[in-house]
């Protein structure tokens, strides 16, 4: 295992000679507006200023996404989404009988492996890369080096989802999935060629599973110059959370924060006001508004909530990898409160870049403590704009990835194989 950081101005170019890089993926990154979709877009962006890229995607007919946006960066190839991402309930069900995870099968299909067959057999790649162990389940070819970018630890994530499950039958259900997906991920590591990941956390978990897989931590970052501090009045009294509320941590960050924080910070701030921005509130968090609690839904550009806010707060409870929320607030100089778990992977210390808070009491308390402290958010503010910028870069994440795409082209091939293809490993679970 080897980790030896790059210099934030490391120059992706002098890396290596230009190289045909392949990323697959379960749906398109664009708009890049939630965190899976930023990390693939600003790395695959930075890697195609010096590098020919090839995205492989799943096409969901959605029509938000932007293949516009994309078609400029890459050469795309779209897929159409399989029926199991459509049918999620009966889907799930059935995977109940099955040796295999609903959360990996649900998106195998067999249009992509034909997709994955047509274009490696068309062009010489030489790296394919995986964007997180959902999309590991299909056979690769062995010539280029294969690598799976662990967005999080997937088992790890489900874990503590069912820690704070309220219903049993949920619990029940997590508890058996996840398992599976333990099985099905520490297959997948050990059959690839390199494993990247977003934190040391989640490093160390890898490298106890399959320590024969070379593993490097790329750190998620952010856009420097688009998300900047912006001057101008800051409204008294004001929190928000920002982030996709249909994804899970995030919609019982909403409610734990809004049911249980909430109201112990209107105990000594009466007018405090809570905005939640992001796409796909479910019924429970819609049902959350009324006074002083306004769902925005999705926005155009969320820096000018972010910038409004006296307080941004990231209240989570479950949660892998990095949180992209969190490096946004810090680089448009804001004031935060998070839970460990929250800013768990980025180099911050409590009292010094953000405020650190688990229980309901000790969170509410230190929201209102900024709320009354001006001073205190403007340290905190300069405090974490200057860390991003000397550590959280895309241009220093894309050029410590281009490195370890160079290591593991120069090493694995020559003395690593893999041992089966991918699918045959992951249907006999693939640990012991």
Not at 42 to 67: I, K, N
Request: glycine share 8%; proline share 6%.
């Amino acid at each position: 295992m080897s980790r030896a950081p790059s210099a934030p101005g490391t120059d992706l170019a002098a890396t290596d000679a230009r190289r045909r890089i392949l990323l697959i993926c379960p749906e398109p990154p664009a708009p890049p507006t939630w965190g899976f979709a930023l990390r693939v877009y600003h790395l695959g962006r930075e890697l195609a200023r010096h590098h020919d890229v090839t995205l492989l995607t799943y096409d969901r007919g959605d029509p938000s996404r932007d293949w516009r946006q994309l078609e400029e960066l890459f050469r795309v190839r779209r897929v159409e989404a399989p029926s199991s991402a459509r049918s999620k309930r009966r889907t799930q069900l059935r995977s109940l009988l099955s040796r295999r995870s609903y959360h990996l099968g649900s998106l195998r299909s067999a249009g992509m492996q034909r997709a994955i067959n047509e274009l490696t057999a068309g062009e010489r790649f030489d790296v394919i890369q995986v964007e997180s162990s959902q999309m590991s389940g299909f056979d690769f070819p062995s010539g280029p080096t294969l690598v799976l970018d662990e967005h999080n630890v997937e088992h790890d994530l489900m874990r503590r989802v069912a820690s704070v499950e309220s219903s049993w039958l949920r619990r029940f259900y997590q508890g058996m999935e996840q398992r599976k997906v333990r099985d099905e991920e520490i297959a997948a590591w050990r059959l690839v060629d390199g494993c990247t990941v977003t934190s040391v956390q989640d490093e160390r978990t890898v490298h106890e599973a399959a320590p024969a897989t070379p593993t490097r931590v790329i750190t998620n970052g952010v856009d420097l110059e688009h998300f900047a501090p912006i001057p101008g009045t800051v409204t008294p009294d004001s929190i928000v959370f920002v982030g996709s509320i249909n994804y899970r941590p995030n919609t019982d960050a909403v409610l734990h924060f809004a049911t249980r924080i909430l109201p112990l910070v209107r105990r000594a701030r009466p007018a405090a006001t809570f905005a939640v921005v992001g796409q796909g509130a479910p019924a429970a968090v819609r049902r959350l508004e009324g006074p002083g609690i306004r769902i925005l839904g999705g926005v155009p550009d969320v820096r000018p909530h972010l910038a409004d806010a006296a307080v941004v707060v990231v209240p989570l409870r479950m949660g892998g990898g990095t949180r992209l929320k969190v490096l946004e607030g810090l680089a448009m100089g804001k004031a935060l409160v998070s839970t460990s778990l929250g800013c768990e992977g980025i180099d911050v210390k409590d009292g010094r870049h953000l405020l650190v808070a688990d229980s309901p009491e000790r969170f509410a308390e230190a929201v209102v403590r900024l709320m009354a402290d001006a001073e205190l958010r403007r340290e905190l503010g300069s405090a974490g704009r200057e860390l991003v910028e000397r550590r959280y870069g895309w241009a220093a994440a894309a050029a410590e990835l281009d490195a370890f795409h160079l290591q593991l082209s120069g090493s694995t091939r020559a003395g690593r194989t893999r041992p089966v293809p991918a699918s045959q490993a992951l249907a006999t679970g693939g640990s012991s």
